[in-house]
């Protein structure tokens, strides 16, 4: 029994003996075969560099071989032209004695003619007849003459331009070689490139500050700025608004109690600021569209004894490369006006975005560096007032230059009663009392109406409730007998509530599409 269990034992080791040998055997093939392959690669890398050599040998000879070939065509070249030449020679010397022969046989046939006449003098037309043969006989001649007298003038002007060749090489070689004269030279060309310089500096100096103190910058779309062209045109307007008194910053501005307040204070330190010629803060106004953010700007500027400065953010994109020149010319203009002046940007966030974004161009980039550069420190000539809806789009630089920041609500019931009153009594009630235009109001209770409203138009903006009572006045004159009724006005609030969902959906539905999508299609496209 004990035998016959150790031999499967002992046939467990010649195996794995025998496995062992075939893996060696089988590395040994394997790093066989990549000698081989190194050896096969190092060969074909040999042949390669070999490869290389043999044509960059044969472009040199190629190269060779024709320059050799574009020396023999140039001097072939050179011989033909020198053989033209003697050949011109030799037929230009064998015309002219052609010519003087010719002209020595017409001399003589002139002669003979002449002397048949004086043998013949009394023949009827032998005159005319002799003139005539002697005109054919001649007009060879005449040609060659004429000819000749063309290779003349033509050699005579060819020694004129070598000769002045010679002399011009002659009196530049004198020139260079006097060390005074080119010394005088130079300093009178770089004094004359030095006024040239300076004249072109000096109009453009001079262009700058005529267009900074007359001109108006293109980006700015409305200004109180009297400018010299505007108080020549209208001196008596440009008279009342330098004589007029400082307003109310809130006149016309219907605010909520805290808005109004903090806006107020920032309106009474904005004069004082002008008073002692003191800095100028910077402000940020954001909200929804409509609530009064242009409106307050411009009060302020009057309130405080400043020009204002509207410009938009979207007009800056546009422009491209001219957008970095544009802004220069906009602070430029602004810090020469001696009253001050209130630079109020609409919709900031057109241009002054995150530089980080990819959407952003590198011109428009090249403009916000502008922009920042000209606002990095506050200024005594100038306030910036920015004016924006969505503010989380501002480049972080832009933030860090705001001083204040006031943010505009839509109105509340109280403040929207008091704006349909406002403007009811602006487009409605006067015109209706005055009676100089067609307009008339039916009789209700006014006040309720308007208390009625304003409960209705929630969530409505200042601008919106201003439409509104433009609206009415419209259906007014519309209307046969030009009488504003109740009903007339409920009919208009109803299409405005109705008007001002579905702009509300659409900003909805925009929140809500992915960032890079197509908007849908109305269902009459879509069909």
């Given at each position: 029994?004990?035998?016959?269990?150790?031999?499967?034992?002992?046939?467990?080791g010649?195996?794995?003996?025998?496995?062992?040998?075939?893996?060696?055997?089988?590395?040994?093939?394997?790093?066989?075969?990549?000698?081989?392959?190194?050896?096969?690669?190092?060969?074909?890398?040999?042949l390669?560099?070999?490869?290389?050599?043999?044509?960059?040998?044969?472009?040199?000879?190629?190269?060779?071989?024709?320059?050799r070939?574009?020396?023999?065509?140039?001097?072939?070249?050179?011989?033909?032209?020198?053989?033209?030449?003697?050949?011109?020679?030799?037929?230009?010397?064998?015309?002219?004695?052609?010519?003087?022969?010719?002209?020595?046989?017409?001399?003589?046939?002139?002669?003979a003619?002449?002397?048949?006449?004086?043998?013949?003098?009394?023949?009827?037309?032998?005159?005319?007849?002799?003139?005539?043969?002697?005109?054919?006989?001649?007009?060879?001649?005449?040609?060659?003459?004429?000819?000749?007298?063309?290779?003349?003038?033509?050699?005579?002007?060819?020694?004129?331009i070598?000769?002045?060749?010679?002399?011009?090489?002659?009196g530049?070689?004198?020139?260079?070689t006097?060390?005074d004269?080119?010394?005088?030279?130079?300093?009178?060309?770089t004094?004359?490139?030095?006024g040239?310089?300076s004249?072109?500096?000096?109009?453009?100096?001079?262009?700058?500050?005529?267009?900074?103190?007359?001109?108006?910058?293109?980006?700015?779309?409305?200004?109180?700025?009297?400018?010299?062209?505007?108080?020549?045109?209208?001196?008596?307007?440009?008279?009342?608004?330098?004589?007029?008194?400082?307003?109310?910053?809130?006149?016309?501005?219907?605010?909520?109690?805290?808005?109004?307040?903090?806006?107020?204070?920032?309106?009474?330190?904005?004069r004082?600021?002008?008073?002692?010629?003191?800095?100028?803060?910077?402000?940020?106004?954001?909200?929804?569209?409509?609530?009064?953010?242009?409106?307050?700007?411009?009060?302020?500027?009057?309130?405080s004894?400043?020009?204002?400065?509207?410009?938009?953010?979207?007009?800056?994109?546009?422009?491209?490369?001219?957008?970095v020149?544009?802004?220069?010319?906009?602070?430029?203009?602004?810090?020469?006006?001696?009253?001050?002046?209130?630079?109020?940007?609409?919709?900031?966030?057109?241009?002054?975005?995150?530089?980080?974004?990819?959407?952003?161009?590198?011109?428009?980039?090249?403009?916000?560096?502008?922009?920042?550069?000209?606002?990095?420190?506050?200024?005594?000539?100038?306030?910036?007032?920015?004016?924006s809806?969505?503010?989380?789009?501002?480049?972080?630089?832009?933030?860090?230059?705001?001083?204040?920041?006031?943010?505009?609500e839509?109105?509340?019931?109280?403040?929207?009663?008091?704006?349909?009153?406002?403007?009811?009594?602006?487009?409605?009630?006067k015109?209706?009392?005055?009676?100089?235009?067609?307009?008339?109001?039916a009789?209700?209770?006014?006040?309720?109406?308007?208390?009625?409203?304003?409960?209705?138009?929630?969530?409505?903006?200042?601008r919106?409730?201003?439409?509104?009572?433009?609206?009415?006045?419209?259906?007014?004159y519309?209307?046969?007998?030009?009488?504003?009724?109740?009903?007339?006005?409920?009919?208009?609030?109803?299409?405005?509530?109705?008007?001002?969902?579905?702009?509300?959906?659409?900003v909805?539905?925009?929140?809500a599409?992915?960032?890079?999508?197509?908007?849908?299609?109305?269902?009459?496209?879509?069909?």
């Amino acid at each position: 029994m004990c035998p016959k269990a150790r031999l499967p034992h002992s046939s467990a080791g010649h195996a794995k003996e025998a496995l062992s040998l075939a893996q060696m055997q089988e590395q040994t093939l394997q790093l066989e075969q990549q000698s081989k392959l190194k050896e096969y690669e190092a060969a074909v890398e040999q042949l390669k560099s070999e490869q290389i050599r043999v044509q960059a040998e044969e472009r040199r000879k190629t190269l060779s071989e024709e320059t050799r070939q574009h020396q023999a065509r140039a001097q072939y070249q050179d011989k033909l032209a020198r053989q033209r030449y003697d050949d011109q020679l030799r037929q230009q010397q064998l015309l002219n004695e052609e010519n003087l022969r010719k002209q020595e046989e017409s001399v003589q046939k002139q002669e003979a003619m002449r002397r048949g006449r004086a043998v013949r003098p009394g023949t009827p037309g032998h005159e005319a007849r002799a003139r005539a043969r002697a005109e054919r006989e001649n007009a060879d001649i005449i040609r060659e003459q004429i000819r000749l007298r063309a290779a003349e003038r033509r050699q005579t002007i060819l020694e004129s331009i070598r000769t002045a060749g010679t002399l011009f090489g002659e009196g530049f070689r004198g020139f260079v070689t006097d060390w005074d004269k080119v010394t005088a030279t130079v300093a009178g060309l770089t004094l004359l490139a030095v006024g040239i310089y300076s004249a072109k500096n000096a109009t453009l100096v001079a262009g700058r500050y005529i267009e900074a103190r007359l001109g108006k910058p293109s980006l700015v779309r409305e200004t109180s700025r009297i400018s010299l062209l505007e108080a020549l045109r209208h001196p008596l307007q440009v008279s009342r608004r330098l004589l007029s008194k400082p307003q109310d910053a809130l006149e016309g501005v219907v605010l909520s109690p805290s808005l109004e307040a903090r806006v107020r204070d920032i309106a009474i330190a904005t004069r004082n600021t002008k008073k002692n010629h003191s800095l100028y803060r910077n402000v940020l106004m954001y909200g929804p569209p409509g609530t009064g953010k242009t409106l307050f700007a411009k009060k302020l500027a009057l309130h405080s004894g400043m020009d204002y400065a509207i410009m938009t953010g979207g007009d800056v994109a546009p422009m491209g490369r001219d957008g970095v020149t544009a802004v220069h010319k906009v602070f430029d203009w602004a810090s020469t006006s001696r009253r001050g002046l209130l630079l109020f940007v609409d919709e900031a966030d057109a241009f002054l975005r995150k530089r980080a974004t990819e959407k952003i161009s590198e011109d428009l980039r090249a403009t916000l560096n502008a922009f920042l550069h000209r606002t990095g420190q506050h200024s005594s000539k100038f306030m910036l007032v920015l004016a924006s809806n969505q503010p989380e789009q501002f480049d972080w630089a832009i933030n860090d230059r705001i001083d204040e920041m006031v943010s505009f609500e839509l109105p509340q019931r109280e403040e929207r009663e008091r704006l349909v009153r406002m403007y009811f009594d602006k487009y409605v009630l006067k015109p209706a009392t005055e009676g100089k235009q067609r307009l008339k109001l039916a009789q209700f209770d006014y006040g309720k109406k308007c208390s009625e409203i304003a409960r209705l138009t929630e969530g409505m903006s200042g601008r919106e409730i201003s439409q509104l009572a433009v609206a009415w006045q419209a259906m007014a004159y519309a209307s046969e007998d030009g009488v504003l009724t109740e009903a007339m006005m409920d009919a208009r609030v109803q299409d405005a509530i109705q008007q001002h969902r579905q702009k509300m959906q659409w900003v909805k539905a925009e929140r809500a599409r992915p960032e890079g999508s197509q908007p849908p299609l109305p269902s009459a496209q879509a069909e």
